[in-house]
């Protein structure tokens, strides 16, 4: 996320805490189907400068808007999958052979429980969407729909062509939704939701 560490720790508040201690690495599929073995993500110390309740010395990660927690397939890999299926209409198994041309068949073989999980994803952030009432513009097309396919797709073709302006230069797509819904919950210093995944914390 775009989070400015030094004015304001994102566990405790404080100027000054977040201390950078190093990466870890994970697995990253993009939208290009392109594979990085090992990804780089930072990872930051509080030392409780801030709200003197917080337990110092805990770590946490900054996860770039682009990815999904706890899994290595990025947003636009699963939207643009879920358009191959639900917009252009291929079947499971046209879009797993799509899917596959991408790269090596180990790393981008996608199973049909895969492509489900990519689904409920989806759905998952929609039904965040509709609960919370960020986007209007969105609410007056998916009450509309009355199945999941058309909900689906109102909401593929909302996220494509969203713009968030609340960052210069703007982030536009799916991902510029991501980060949209995370400020418009309040970002980290009110623990806001995710709108795809869930992070540790809502585990």
Do not use: W
Request: glycine share 8%.
């Amino acid at each position: 996320m775009l989070l400015d560490i030094n004015n304001s720790c994102p566990i405790c508040g404080g100027v000054d805490c977040a201390q950078f201690i190093g990466y870890y690495e994970r697995e990253v599929i993009d939208e290009n189907g392109t594979y990085y073995k090992g990804f780089p993500i930072a990872r930051y110390l509080c030392r409780g400068k801030g709200d003197e309740k917080i337990v110092k010395d805990k770590t946490f990660s900054l996860l770039p808007y682009q990815l999904v927690p706890y899994t290595k397939y990025s947003i636009p890999f699963i939207i643009k999958s879920m358009k191959l299926r639900y917009i252009d209409g291929l079947s499971t198994y046209k879009l797993q052979d799509y899917l596959a041309s991408f790269g090596k068949e180990e790393i981008l073989s996608i199973s049909a429980d895969q492509l489900l999980g990519f689904k409920k994803v989806v759905m998952d952030a929609i039904h965040k969407i509709m609960t919370t009432r960020y986007y209007q513009e969105f609410e007056e097309k998916g009450f509309n729909e009355s199945t999941d396919q058309g909900l689906l797709i109102s909401f593929i073709e909302f996220a494509e062509g969203f713009e968030c302006t609340k960052v210069n230069p703007c982030i536009r797509g799916p991902c510029g939704l991501n980060y949209d819904f995370y400020i418009n919950g309040g970002s980290y210093f009110k623990n806001a939701y995710f709108l795809f995944g869930t992070p540790s914390q809502f585990r």
